[in-house]
């Protein structure tokens, strides 16, 4: 069974950092990209940035400039997105996805992804 799991997330306040971590799991090939997006109620699911299997990384949005990044541990079969400076703006839920082709797609439209995680909770708060 296909399985992406997020963790990680949670309050925390402005400034402040997290690191979410997306593990898959009962993938036959790990010749896969992910993608990091994340959603606020009421508005289009956004694309934060994709990484290949080898660590390519492809960004989506301005807001990885400087203060997010995508990085793998392929032993872990896991992606991290580690986020710093947090704003109240980057409250959101954050999903992981995998797209079955070998190469980031080269846009963050949803329908590239194949598979999705159920998405965790960031809330950047004082």
């Known amino acids: 069974q296909l399985q992406l799991v997020e963790s990680g997330g949670g309050l925390v306040q402005p400034g402040g950092s997290l690191r979410l971590s997306c593990v898959a799991s009962?993938?036959?090939?790990?010749?896969?990209?992910t993608g990091w997006f994340r959603q606020v109620p009421g508005k289009e699911r956004e694309g934060l940035s994709c990484?290949?299997?080898?660590?390519?990384?492809?960004d989506y949005a301005d807001s990885m400039k400087g203060r997010f990044s995508i990085s793998r541990d392929n032993a872990k079969n896991t992606v991290y997105l580690q986020m710093n400076s947090l704003k109240p703006e980057d409250t959101a839920v954050y999903y992981c996805?995998?797209?079955?082709?070998?190469?980031?797609?080269?846009?963050?439209?949803?329908?590239?992804?194949?598979?999705w995680g159920q998405g965790t909770q960031v809330t950047v708060s004082s």
């Open positions: 996805a995998v797209s079955l082709t070998t190469l980031c797609p080269p846009s963050a439209y949803i329908y590239e992804y194949d598979y």
């Open positions: 009962g993938f036959t090939s790990t010749n896969y990209a």
């Open positions: 990484i290949t299997h080898w660590g390519e990384s492809t």
